[in-house]
């Protein structure tokens, strides 16, 4: 059983920062790609985020240049600096990791809010 645990989320006024994490644990045979996602109300989930664990990252670019995404590969951890937050960054995160495997799995945190306040 694998489990993602996420820390981070609150509330903020425009302009601050908020740093998130997500520490996966159990039964991951490798853990590759780490990423992150945001749902806001009414839309779709989009992704926002991604680094390899070779450490190269992506961004969507409505982010690039306020978010950081950056991952601890001995904790299994990724993380998520976000500066310059706007209340458009208003959603429910959701880290994802992708088990390498053989056999390739995706595996979810259970979403941790962050609100930004204009």
């Known amino acids: 059983q694998v489990q993602l645990v996420e820390s981070g989320g609150g509330l903020v006024q425009a302009g601050g920062s908020l740093r998130l994490s997500c520490a996966a644990s159990g039964s991951i045979f490798r853990v590759g790609a780490m990423g992150w996602y945001r749902q806001a109300p009414g839309k779709q989930r989009e992704w926002v985020a991604t680094i390899t664990r070779g450490g190269s990252t992506n961004y969507v670019d409505s982010v690039k240049g306020r978010f950081t995404i950056s991952r601890d590969n001995a904790k299994n951890t990724v993380y998520l600096q976000m500066n310059s937050l706007k209340p458009e960054d208003t959603a429910v995160y959701y880290c994802?990791?992708?088990?390498?495997?053989?056999?390739?799995?995706?595996?979810w945190g259970q979403g941790t809010q962050v609100t930004v306040s204009a």
């Open positions: 994802n990791v992708r088990d390498s495997g053989p056999p390739i799995r995706d595996y």
